[in-house]
Nanobody, 124 residues
Framework: VQLVESGGGSVQAGVSLILSCAAS?????TAWFRQAPGKESVAVAS?????????YADDVKCRFTISRDNGNKNTVYLQMNSLKPEDTAMYYC????????????????????WGQGTQVTVSS
Protein backbone atom coordinates (compact mmCIF):
# COMPACT_ATOMS: atom_id res chain seq x y z
CA VAL A 1 0.00 0.00 0.00
CA GLN A 2 1.38 3.40 -0.96
CA LEU A 3 0.38 6.55 0.88
CA VAL A 4 0.68 10.01 -0.63
CA GLU A 5 0.18 13.13 1.45
CA SER A 6 -0.72 16.56 0.13
CA GLY A 7 -2.01 19.90 1.34
CA GLY A 8 0.87 21.21 3.41
CA GLY A 9 2.19 24.73 3.14
CA SER A 10 3.40 27.87 4.89
CA VAL A 11 0.65 29.79 6.66
CA GLN A 12 0.07 32.41 9.31
CA ALA A 13 -1.06 31.45 12.79
CA GLY A 14 -4.79 31.17 13.18
CA VAL A 15 -5.64 29.90 9.72
CA SER A 16 -6.75 26.44 8.63
CA LEU A 17 -5.25 23.76 6.41
CA ILE A 18 -6.56 20.45 5.15
CA LEU A 19 -4.10 17.63 4.62
CA SER A 20 -4.98 14.68 2.41
CA CYS A 21 -3.66 11.12 2.45
CA ALA A 22 -4.43 9.05 -0.60
CA ALA A 23 -3.84 5.32 -0.19
CA SER A 24 -3.37 2.98 -3.13
CA UNK A 25 -5.19 0.26 -1.25
CA UNK A 26 -7.17 -0.65 1.81
CA UNK A 27 -5.87 0.14 5.30
CA UNK A 28 -7.85 -0.82 8.37
CA UNK A 29 -6.31 1.96 10.42
CA THR A 30 -4.93 5.26 9.13
CA ALA A 31 -3.15 7.87 11.20
CA TRP A 32 -1.39 11.18 10.98
CA PHE A 33 1.92 11.67 12.73
CA ARG A 34 4.07 14.76 12.83
CA GLN A 35 7.74 15.36 13.41
CA ALA A 36 9.23 18.73 14.23
CA PRO A 37 12.93 19.40 13.60
CA GLY A 38 15.05 17.72 16.23
CA LYS A 39 12.10 15.97 17.83
CA GLU A 40 10.56 12.53 17.73
CA SER A 41 7.58 11.66 15.63
CA VAL A 42 4.33 11.98 17.56
CA ALA A 43 0.84 10.80 16.76
CA VAL A 44 -1.78 13.38 15.92
CA ALA A 45 -4.92 11.42 15.09
CA SER A 46 -6.04 8.03 13.86
CA UNK A 47 -9.19 6.67 12.24
CA UNK A 48 -10.40 3.15 11.65
CA UNK A 49 -11.91 2.00 8.37
CA UNK A 50 -14.97 0.54 10.05
CA UNK A 51 -17.05 2.67 12.38
CA UNK A 52 -15.13 4.81 12.26
CA UNK A 53 -13.41 4.96 15.62
CA UNK A 54 -11.26 8.05 16.02
CA UNK A 55 -8.42 8.94 18.34
CA TYR A 56 -6.74 12.32 18.88
CA ALA A 57 -3.69 13.53 20.70
CA ASP A 58 -4.69 15.77 23.58
CA ASP A 59 -3.00 18.88 22.21
CA VAL A 60 -4.97 18.84 18.94
CA LYS A 61 -8.29 17.38 20.06
CA CYS A 62 -10.22 20.65 19.90
CA ARG A 63 -8.60 21.97 16.72
CA PHE A 64 -7.98 19.03 14.36
CA THR A 65 -10.46 16.67 12.73
CA ILE A 66 -9.59 13.43 11.00
CA SER A 67 -12.04 11.95 8.53
CA ARG A 68 -12.40 9.57 5.60
CA ASP A 69 -13.70 10.59 2.21
CA ASN A 70 -17.29 9.42 1.85
CA GLY A 71 -16.80 8.40 -1.77
CA ASN A 72 -13.32 6.91 -1.49
CA LYS A 73 -12.61 5.57 1.96
CA ASN A 74 -8.97 5.05 1.05
CA THR A 75 -8.52 8.82 1.31
CA VAL A 76 -8.13 10.32 4.76
CA TYR A 77 -8.15 14.01 5.63
CA LEU A 78 -6.79 16.03 8.50
CA GLN A 79 -8.60 19.33 8.95
CA MET A 80 -6.39 21.63 11.02
CA ASN A 81 -7.96 24.77 12.46
CA SER A 82 -6.50 27.62 14.50
CA LEU A 83 -2.97 26.64 13.56
CA LYS A 84 -0.18 27.61 15.95
CA PRO A 85 3.57 27.95 15.38
CA GLU A 86 4.05 24.82 17.48
CA ASP A 87 2.10 22.87 14.84
CA THR A 88 5.04 23.37 12.49
CA ALA A 89 6.28 19.94 11.46
CA MET A 90 6.49 17.38 8.72
CA TYR A 91 3.18 15.54 8.71
CA TYR A 92 3.15 11.87 7.77
CA CYS A 93 0.30 9.55 6.93
CA UNK A 94 0.57 6.00 8.23
CA UNK A 95 -1.56 2.92 7.75
CA UNK A 96 -1.83 -0.73 8.64
CA UNK A 97 -4.07 -3.73 8.19
CA UNK A 98 -4.88 -4.27 11.86
CA UNK A 99 -7.34 -2.54 14.08
CA UNK A 100 -5.64 -0.40 16.73
CA UNK A 101 -6.97 0.65 20.07
CA UNK A 102 -6.58 3.35 22.65
CA UNK A 103 -3.51 1.61 24.03
CA UNK A 104 -1.52 1.45 20.80
CA UNK A 105 -2.89 3.76 18.13
CA UNK A 106 -0.18 6.35 18.81
CA UNK A 107 2.78 3.98 18.52
CA UNK A 108 4.64 4.45 15.21
CA UNK A 109 5.85 0.85 15.06
CA UNK A 110 2.25 -0.35 14.92
CA UNK A 111 1.95 1.01 11.38
CA UNK A 112 3.29 -0.82 8.34
CA UNK A 113 2.88 1.80 5.65
CA TRP A 114 4.12 5.37 5.59
CA GLY A 115 3.95 8.28 3.20
CA GLN A 116 6.76 10.67 2.34
CA GLY A 117 5.28 13.52 4.34
CA THR A 118 4.03 17.02 3.71
CA GLN A 119 5.52 20.07 5.41
CA VAL A 120 3.39 22.43 7.46
CA THR A 121 4.98 25.68 8.59
CA VAL A 122 3.06 28.10 10.77
CA SER A 123 4.45 31.57 11.40
CA SER A 124 3.36 33.93 14.13
Amino acid sequence: VQLVESGGGSVQAGVSLILSCAASGYTLQTAWFRQAPGKESVAVASISYIGPIIYYADDVKCRFTISRDNGNKNTVYLQMNSLKPEDTAMYYCAGNLRRLYDSNWAIPSEYNYWGQGTQVTVSS
